[in-house]
């Protein structure tokens, strides 16, 4: 597996629409029937000399699902982006498949302290809040990509941790929780089993069993380092040409790419024009509401597609047959064609085109 250098950034400029900055926070916004802390509070309230391996099961099973719940918004706007060889089609699939392999890392952590994966069941709603109660304020939807949707959803999303931590009594960050999670490792060293864990390659990286501290301390390096816990320094790159997901989300919306002056990271490199796009709508709570007939068919081979991706997914951690695996990958590619059609019939009011909802389907 590939892994990313650390370096000490120079430095990151505090203000600036062009400089390296996170999000500014929304308000937040009530959500029906949400736990206050979310999941993620309570594991991180209880004492370090309570972390047992239960404590270790129920955090990767949060895991699993927080990288599984950016999957699909990242997904609609990689779909979305009219010329797969652009360069934001490029940088927004790498990150995809960056969160496929996340996920199996958390998979693989979970089977090895002797858990088992529930996906099936633990699919997010959109719009809606992320699992675990991270990111309070932010309400995940799924649209295609614009500007709006860079800046509000994919890099709030993808915020750095150093920002966040920042922030006295604030709410704690997933690099936090990651955090927490590896100290318990090494705090409780649970007995770790290669039985049901799965090897393969997703995307450019190979997943790989876990079992040694060495192998765990390594994966959730690896998730912080190129995903949401990243330290925050444009520096640690996850290959010589793309910089971590928040950096590389936002030379998308600054239309830049990311550069050193003066020892401030700006957005004034070279230019990157921002995509044509298939201009899909905001799908609404609950699915799209009495869609036009040919949508509807799409909407059904779309969601049953997912819904055995999910299954599939969910049975071969069960079985820790890697066949099933690559059978759930293929699942996903055939979620694409489905997703394309959906993104040519204009919506009713004619402000937009559908785009898939990912809803599963209950038997």
């Known amino acids: 597996m590939s892994r990313r250098d650390f370096l000490a950034s120079a430095g990151l400029a505090a203000a600036g629409p062009a400089v390296v900055a996170p999000p500014a926070a929304a308000a937040p916004t009530a959500t029906p ?47 979305s982006v009219r ?80 920002p966040l931590a920042r922030m ?15 100290e318990a490792f090494r705090d409780v060293r649970p007995e770790l089993s290669a039985e049901g864990q799965l090897a393969d390659r997703i995307g450019p990286d190979r997943l790989l069993p876990m079992e040694s501290l060495d192998d765990v301390e390594q994966a959730i390096e690896i998730i912080k380092e190129q995903g949401e816990g990243t330290s925050g320094s444009p520096d640690s790159r ?34 990157v024009p921002f995509p044509e796009v298939s201009p899909m709508g905001s799908v609404p709570a609950g699915g799209w509401t009495a869609p036009r007939p040919e949508a509807e068919r799409l909407l059904r081979r779309f969601d049953a597609t997912f819904t055995e991706m ?21 699942a996903m590619r055939a979620m694409e064609g489905p997703a394309l059609s959906l993104m040519e019939i204009p919506l009713p009011d004619g402000h937009g085109v559908y785009g898939p909802q990912f809803r599963p389907v209950t038997t």
């Not at 209880?46 to 047992?52: I, Q």
């Not at 006295?168 to 590896?182: D, Q």
């Not at 049975?315 to 759930?328: K, V």
């Open 83 to 162: 010329d797969r060889g652009h360069q934001a089609a490029r940088l927004i699939r790498r990150i995809v498949n960056d969160e496929m392999y996340h996920m199996g890392l958390a998979c693989n952590l979970l089977v090895a302290v002797g858990g088992r994966p529930r996906i099936a069941d633990a699919v997010p709603s959109y719009p809606g809040p992320l699992p675990g109660g991270v990111r309070p304020g932010l309400i995940v939807h799924l649209s295609g990509l614009t500007k709006e949707y860079v800046h509000e959803v994919l890099m709030r999303i993808e915020t750095p941790e150093t």
């Open 238 to 271: 996850f290959d010589s040409e793309t910089p971590a997901h928040y950096y590389a989300f936002g030379e998308i919306y600054h239309e830049h790419r990311l550069r050193r002056v003066d020892g401030v990271w700006e957005f004034t490199g070279e230019r």
């Open 33 to 79: 029937g949400a736990t206050p802390g979310g999941a993620v509070a309570r594991l991180l309230a209880v004492p370090g000399d309570r972390r047992d391996v239960h404590w270790i099961r129920a955090a990767l099973q949060v895991a699993v699902e927080l990288e599984f719940a950016t999957i699909p918004p990242y997904l609609c706007a990689w779909w």
């Open 310 to 330: 999910l299954r599939r997914l969910e049975a071969a951690w069960t079985a820790g047959d890697p066949g099933t695996l690559r059978a759930a990958v293929h």
């Open 168 to 182: 006295a009594g604030g709410p704690p960050s997933i690099g936090a929780f990651y955090t927490g999670l590896l």
